[in-house]
């Protein structure tokens, strides 16, 4: 085997190598609003959030319970998850056209890497921004809880640290969920406005009423969307949450889902839609 034959073999890979992921990486980055917004969701948003509580608390504490109470933990990680899905839906539909909307696209495919490479390398680049930023503002409210969440009223139970994992994982998955749909919905429609509307209309609107109302003819179908199997599998230590849109707080009223069946909705949705806008991409005329 010639080193021209190698080098051809490793620009067809389907893997993509660090480089690639790296300079996608690099691209997200560089985008400064975005990355602003991306820290605001994530991070900020907790802080502020404790913050104003704290406020409240040492200004009337008859009135309004710690800073670090469980119902605080529970509503600060279901707005972090509503706000969190948002940010990763707009990452990655940024993620998924940034080649097409900078004109670069042409550029990439005349250097003969693999395509599917290409689209595979935006995934961890992506997520790698994602994942660490929502880890540190869920690392405060774990935090926030733990330190200024006693003396509890009688009856009441600080969340113990499995609890708070399992919330953290929860809470990372429906990341992980919002950014590869968003990079596949985008690479598929090649833009990124309505693919970014499209998905906050179906977390903020229609996915809390298809939680909180059973059609009793389309039972099935409801239990299809990612965000009613995302909500049956919520850890009990979010209960109680107020979420935002419709339905407020109030518990999920759709039949309780067989765990295979949420993993295969769950697991359908990341597959499927970075199935989608693989294929997309590989066929998109250059």
């Known amino acids: 085997m010639t080193q021209h034959s190698l080098a051809a073999g490793q620009r067809s890979s ?26 605001a969701f994530t991070v900020a948003l907790p802080v502020i959030f404790y ?10 504490p008859a009135r309004y319970a ?6 605080a933990f529970a509503t600060a990680v279901t707005v972090m998850d509503e706000f969190g899905f948002i940010i990763a839906v707009t990452l990655g539909v940024t993620a998924g056209t940034t080649d097409l909307t900078d004109g670069m696209f042409r550029h990439l495919v005349i250097t003969g890497r693999s395509r599917l490479a290409l689209y595979l390398a935006r995934i961890p680049a992506g997520l790698s921004i994602l994942l660490s930023l929502a880890a540190v503002g869920f690392t405060v409210a774990c935090l ?21 994992t399992d919330a953290g994982l929860w809470l990372e998955l429906d990341l992980v969920i919002g950014f590869t749909v968003g990079l596949g919905l985008g690479s598929l429609m090649g833009q990124r406005t309505v693919p970014v509307i499209l998905l906050i209309v179906l977390e903020i609107i229609i ?5 909180n109302h059973v059609l009793p003819f389309f039972i099935d179908g409801q239990r299809l969307l990612v965000g009613v199997a995302m909500d049956q599998l919520k850890p009990a230590v979010l209960a109680g949450g107020t ?5 407020g707080s109030i518990g999920l009223n759709i039949p309780p889902m067989p765990t295979w069946a949420m993993i295969t909705v769950i697991a359908g949705w990341i597959i499927g839609w970075s199935a989608i806008g693989a294929w997309k991409m590989s066929t998109r005329d250059a």
């Open 14 to 39: 389907w893997l993509p190598p660090l480089p690639v992921i790296g300079a996608k990486l690099l691209e997200l980055r560089r985008r400064r609003v975005l990355m602003i917004v991306t820290v």
């Open 51 to 60: 913050g104003i509580r704290l406020i409240f608390h040492l200004g009337d």
């Open 66 to 71: 710690l800073a670090g109470a469980p119902s």
């Open 144 to 164: 926030v809880t733990g330190f200024l969440g006693s003396p509890l009223p009688a009856g009441a139970v600080i969340p113990s640290p499995g609890a708070m």
């Open 207 to 211: 996915t809390p009423i298809m939680s």
């Open 243 to 247: 979420r935002i849109g419709p339905g």
